[in-house]
């Protein structure tokens, strides 16, 4: 029996990139190592609870003791997500790609030396706007993560608004480092005000996350 401050509590974390495929060989992706998804999940297993991981494209192993499921695409992000419900608390780390390519090709796109291929783009679902905004199984505490390279606490207030989750875990990552870097500097996001940690490695980031969101969610279990 697991004991420890999320005993008993079912928490869900996406992490890594998401990659949008333009064929077989390329595709489009945002920045992301899945360091500080992982170490949340890694920390929320140490914590007691039962965790599913919802992960893209990484180069990290699996955390210990926590289901790791791997999809591609933000939509086979969102499909993992649901399925993957109910959750007491979901934790959205992935740098999902905002676009994808409107009809990848089935093969490979050749260079002929003539016209450039076009790529034309529609939008991906927002994976922690559909889950907060859910009308029943919305998980009793929805965390969302914004990286900004500037005005960050500023964006961080309206993405929480925007997107209907409980705290925002804003980061800075105009400087170098951050991106792929083992530390952190983080700010906490609420509608009741900032709070702002030092820099920290992303393992202690994790940590006092898992133990800051302890102390928030409510009593109630999945299911
Ligand atoms: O809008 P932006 O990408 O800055 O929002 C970041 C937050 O939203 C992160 O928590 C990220 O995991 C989540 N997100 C998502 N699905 C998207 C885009 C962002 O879950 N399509």
């Known amino acids: 029996h697991a ?4 005993a ?3 928490v869900l974390i996406t992490s890594g990139p998401t990659h949008e495929p333009i064929d077989p060989v390329r595709y489009i992706a945002n920045r992301s190592s899945g360091k500080q998804g992982h170490a949340i999940a890694a920390a929320a297993a140490a914590a007691g609870a039962r965790v599913t991981l919802i992960s893209g494209p990484v180069s990290l192993p699996d955390p210990a003791g926590v289901e790791t499921i791997h999809v591609e695409s933000a939509r086979e992000m969102l499909n993992a997500v649901e399925t993957a419900l109910p959750a007491d ?8 790609a905002d676009w994808r390519v409107a009809d990848a090709a089935s093969d490979k796109l050749k260079k002929d030396g003539k016209a450039l291929p076009p790529l034309s783009l529609v939008e991906n679902p927002d994976i922690l706007a559909t889950v907060a ?6 998980p009793p505490l929805v965390v969302g993560f914004a990286a900004e390279t500037q005005n960050v606490i500023d964006y961080a207030r309206a993405k929480l608004a925007r997107k209907g989750c409980d ?3 804003a980061n800075d990552v105009g400087g170098t480092g951050v991106m792929g870097g083992d530390a952190n500097t983080v700010h906490l996001v609420t509608t009741s005000g ?5 820099t920290l490695p992303k393992g ?3 940590t006092r996350l898992i133990d800051h969101i302890a102390g928030l969610a409510p009593a109630r279990q999945a299911e």
């Open 3 to 6: 004991t420890g401050a999320l």
């Open 204 to 206: 202690e980031v994790a």
């Open 194 to 198: 900032v709070e702002t940690w030092p």
């Open 8 to 10: 008993g509590r079912h």
């Open 89 to 96: 608390i979901a934790i959205f780390a992935a740098a999902v």
């Open 133 to 138: 905004h859910r009308k029943s199984g919305r």
């Open 167 to 169: 705290l925002i875990v």
